[in-house]
């Protein structure tokens, strides 16, 4: 698993015209999903998410956890991100798990992250997205589950 991890004043995700998930100050998350990925990965990755110090605390350092700062979480499931570019100009997506495997776990990772306490909105997995954050510093960091 592996999630691109964005630092933000404000964050949305439309379909169809429509808003589906909304936040201000927090962090969205673009979250992809590979075949081998399990729950020990999503549990793996929220708490490592949860714990991120990357909010200043009064000082102006990155001290503060999204925990510290009752902020909240925009997640975004996004295949893509298991785009593979090194041969030719089409990226391949065969590494990305299938809908089937992907969906069940993107909902299992929210639910862990909710459990910590977080509000978590979401897109709508599967769907043609507008995703649009300000993303605040910029703060964006790759996060993966550990290799097997």
Not at 69 to 88: E, H
Not at 119 to 148: C, R
Request: aromatic share 6%; net charge negative.
């Amino acid at each position: 698993m592996r999630v691109l991890v964005q630092r933000c004043k404000r964050a949305q995700v439309t379909v169809d015209g429509s808003v589906v998930g909304r936040i201000d100050a927090g962090l969205l998350l673009l979250v992809g999903i590979t075949h081998e990925d399990q729950e020990s990965d999503a549990v793996y990755l929220a708490d490592k998410i949860a714990g991120l110090r990357i909010f200043n605390d009064e000082e102006g350092k990155m001290n503060n956890s999204i925990l510290d700062t009752g902020g909240s979480i925009l997640s975004v499931s996004q295949f893509t991100l298991y785009g593979d570019t090194r041969k030719g100009k089409r990226p391949s997506y065969s590494s990305a798990a299938r809908p089937d495997i992907a969906s069940p776990l993107y909902n299992r990772f929210n639910e862990l992250l909710e459990a910590k306490g977080l509000k978590v909105e979401t897109g709508i997995f599967g769907a043609e997205m507008d995703v649009e954050l300000v993303n605040w510093g910029p703060v964006t960091l790759w996060v993966e589950s550990p290799q097997k």
